[in-house]
């Protein structure tokens, strides 16, 4: 499958024609990456790629389906006394806004 990279300024999303990528915010800073993964696999299922950031990171499931069935069940939980606050990748294939053809607004965040 072809591979697209998007580089923002902080980060990297990875989007392919299969892979479907997940935000998820609210975690503690302090968080570390290895106990991270763990939830994440042990609440949402098997994942191909962790990414983590200040507070927030980027996971990506092989299929759609399988990120749609870990984010109902992600959004369920807390993490390390935090809801968790999780989303479709906002530059993912299956983002909502590009099934309709509407074009994402630009950020106001400076």
Not at 20 to 45: A, C, M, P, W
Not at 47 to 56: C, N, Q, Y
């Amino acid at each position: 499958p072809r591979e697209l990279f998007i580089k923002p300024k902080r980060y990297r999303v990875q989007i392919s024609e299969n892979k479907t990528t997940l935000y998820i915010g609210n975690i503690s800073e302090n968080v570390k990456s290895l106990s991270l993964r763990d939830f994440i696999v042990q609440h949402g299922g098997p994942i191909v790629d962790l990414s983590v950031k200040s507070g927030f990171c980027f996971v990506t499931y092989k299929t759609f389906q399988e990120a749609e069935v870990a984010m109902a069940k992600l959004k369920e939980e807390q993490f390390d006394g935090n809801n968790l606050k999780v989303q479709l990748a906002s530059r993912n294939k299956h983002d909502s806004r590009a099934r309709s053809g509407e074009v994402a607004k630009p950020s106001k965040t400076l």
